[in-house]
């Protein structure tokens, strides 16, 4: 398949998904061009999981499922369950995506909280599942072509697998591929990282 013919039907995709007439403009469709010419065929995700991702971003870039996200957080902290940031994120993160259930999610990831099992269920009921018209849904907003833009580039991201579009766009993990980026930081750039943790110890040293 060639490259326009595949950014076409990327496109089209994006905007039969998401109901927008929206139009990515000559340079965006120029970048895309270049930017799936870096990749073979293999590296492409299949079309349901790249629409999955597609749901998660716009669940996530609208903050679609806000209020059912408050409203667990709260009514878990009215039965005495408090969560940390890194746990927060994950619940948020997790109720974005709509084919993950979250009861089963939570008793393997946080905790067997049974005190907790209706409320969970029931944010899993209300949370969106579905595609919305961005049309329709960002029709007053003054940054309609921006946010939708900004979508679709996430949209692109997830179209290839995180391995090969790190690979593509990193010279370093072509030589050694780290999936932790902690580590791909420490294995890489040790050296730069040593330093910047003695000139931030030194300037607290001089300023207390």
């Keep these: 398949m060639q490259v326009e013919e595949i950014a076409n039907k990327l496109i089209s995709n994006f905007q039969k998904k998401t109901l927008t007439q929206w139009q990515p403009s000559n340079d965006l469709i120029a970048n895309l061009h270049n930017y799936i010419a870096l ?3 293999e590296a492409f995700k299949p079309m349901a999981v790249i ?30 369950f408090i969560f ?29 909280d049974y005190e907790l099992i209706d409320i969970l269920q029931e944010i899993e009921n209300r949370k969106n599942k ?14 309609f072509n921006l946010i939708i833009a900004s979508i679709f580039c996430s949209y692109i991201y997830y179209i290839f697998y995180e391995k090969d579009v790190h690979q593509i766009l990193n010279q370093d993990c072509r030589k050694k591929y780290l999936n932790n980026y902690w580590q791909h930081l420490k294995y890489f750039h040790g050296l730069h990282l040593i330093m910047k943790k003695l000139l931030f110890f030194l300037i607290w040293v001089k300023k207390y």
């Design 130 to 143: 579905k595609f919305i018209d961005l049309d329709k849904y960002l029709n007053q907003d003054p940054k």
């Design 84 to 112: 940390n940031y890194h746990q927060k994120l994950q619940i948020k993160n997790t109720l974005n995506y709509p084919e993950t259930n979250l009861v089963d999610w939570y008793f393997r990831h946080i905790g067997e």
């Design 51 to 80: 629409n999955k991702e597609l749901l998660f971003i716009i669940n996530d870039r609208l903050d679609l499922n806000k209020k059912v996200y408050r409203f667990f957080i709260d009514k878990a902290a009215y039965k005495g």
């Design 39 to 41: 990749f073979s065929e």
